[in-house]
């Protein structure tokens, strides 16, 4: 059975680095062509993908977000951890960590249950 | 943010047909494959179709998907109140800022 599970802080200061952890079973990031992306939705609006990393460690980021993102995962963990820099009040939202198979093409077969991160003084 | 674009609601009694529309552009749409989600509220999405028109193991034949130029289509036939949710387009973007995109989003209401 595949599980993505996100954690990480509930509630973060502006300005401070988010970290994220996406512990996840079932299948392993080092399967030729798996990858694994962040997505987050803010409260009532729409999805956002945020970054992708794949079985090879290429990275791709979000052009809007690349400058305070960073993806980075460790196989012996099953892990993948995204770093969100400079924390904004409108970085509110839900994060959800997300598989892509090969065999999905583009799409994320899998989703996290998804974490609510609060930015607030 | 959304790339793509969806009308924001859509909906039919029960028993009748629905389809949500998905427009996009030559690096997207038009070039990749589209998958669509299902959101029920609180709750995470929920992969319905991929490669434009395949149904993961467990989703019922009542879901359908297809794709026309940079356009792409998710149909519900036989609609129920458990299918009430947001429906989601994604593809990849092939631009120099090459990424996973998403749609606006689609609230199915079942009257």
């Known amino acids: 059975q595949v599980t993505l599970k996100e954690s990480g802080p509930a509630l973060v200061k502006p300005t401070q680095t988010l970290t994220l952890t996406c512990t996840f079973s079932?299948?392993?990031?080092?399967?030729?062509?798996?990858?694994v992306s962040w997505i987050r939705q803010p409260p009532g609006k729409a999805l956002e993908w945020l970054a992708r990393?794949?079985?090879?460690?290429?990275?791709f980021y979000s052009t809007s977000l690349k400058t305070r993102l960073t993806i980075s995962k460790d196989t012996s963990k099953n892990q993948v951890v995204l770093t969100m820099t400079n924390m904004d009040p409108v970085d509110t939202a839900t994060y959800y960590c997300?598989?892509?198979?090969?065999?999905?093409?583009?799409?994320?077969?899998?989703w996290g249950q998804g974490t609510m991160v609060t930015v607030s003084s | 943010q959304s790339v793509l674009t969806q009308p924001p609601s859509v909906s039919a009694a029960p028993g009748q047909k629905v389809t949500i529309s998905c427009s996009g552009s030559?690096?997207?749409?038009?070039?990749?494959?589209v998958s669509w989600y299902q959101q029920l509220p609180g709750t995470a999405p929920k992969l319905l179709i991929y490669d434009n028109n395949k149904r993961p193991s467990g989703i019922p034949d009542r879901f359908s998907g297809s794709k026309s130029g940079t356009s792409a289509t998710l149909g519900i036939t036989g609609l129920q109140t458990g299918d009430e949710a947001d429906y989601y387009c994604?593809?990849?973007?092939?631009?120099?800022?090459?990424?996973?995109?998403f749609g606006t989003g689609t609230k199915v209401t079942v009257l």
């Open positions: 990393i794949d079985w090879d460690d290429d990275k």
């Open positions: 997300a598989r892509m198979p090969m065999t999905t093409s583009d799409a994320f077969d899998i």
């Open positions: 079932g299948f392993s990031l080092s399967t030729s062509a798996m990858r």
């Open positions: 030559s690096s997207n749409i038009g070039n990749n494959y």
């Open positions: 994604g593809t990849w973007d092939s631009s120099l800022s090459a990424g996973s995109v």
